[in-house]
C-alpha cells in the first residue's frame, strides 16, 4: 500500500531486541528515490500533519505537547524527550522511542542503498506485566494501529520527496 511494505525487522537493531513471545513487533519499509540522513527522516516523521494530528491529541488528552522546534532537536539528538517519548536508544542510523507509560515503542531506522535511501518505521507493544497477553483494546485497534503505521511512513516519505530549503 502506497509503496510500503511490511517486513521483518532488520537484524541486530533495536527492534529486533523485541522480538520476544507476548511482545507485538512490526516494521514496514519504503525507498526514497535520493539520499537522506536519518536526522532529515526523524524530523520530516514528526511534521507531517498526520503526526501533528496525534501531536494534538496527546497534548489535550495526556497534557505532552510537542513542536517542529522540539522535531528538529530529537531529529539533531540534542533533546532525549519528545511528546510522549523518551529516546530509549540512539544511534546513527535508528531511534528507538519509549511511550510515559513504558508499554510501546517506536523505531526508526534509514539505511543507504547506491542513490536511494531505505526508510524504516516499526513498533512493539509489549505486556504490562511478562505473561500477561496485550489485552482486549489493543486486538480491538490493531487494524488500526498497522494501517496508520504504514501512512505515517507514506507521509513522511512524501514530505522528504518534496522537501525544500524551508526545513532546513
Known sequence: ???????????????????????????YVTTIDKQISFSEFVFAFYTTWLFKVEAFILTYTVRKPSSDVEARKLSNAEIEQFAAWTVENRSEKELLMCDFVSHTRSWFMVEQVEDKTKLYFG??????????????IFNLLLGFHQIYSVLLLYFAKQRLSHRGDRDH
Not at 517486513?7 to 511482545?23: A, H, M, R, V, W
Not at 513498533?123 to 482486549?136: D, I, M, T, W
Open 123 to 136: 513498533s512493539a507493544v509489549v505486556p504490562k506485566k511478562r505473561g500477561e497477553g496485550l489485552g482486549f
Open 1 to 27: 500500500m502506497f509503496s510500503v511494505e511490511k517486513c521483518s525487522p532488520p537484524k541486530d537493531t533495536f527492534l529486533e531486541n523485541y522480538l520476544i513471545n507476548g511482545n507485538y513487533v512490526d516494521c
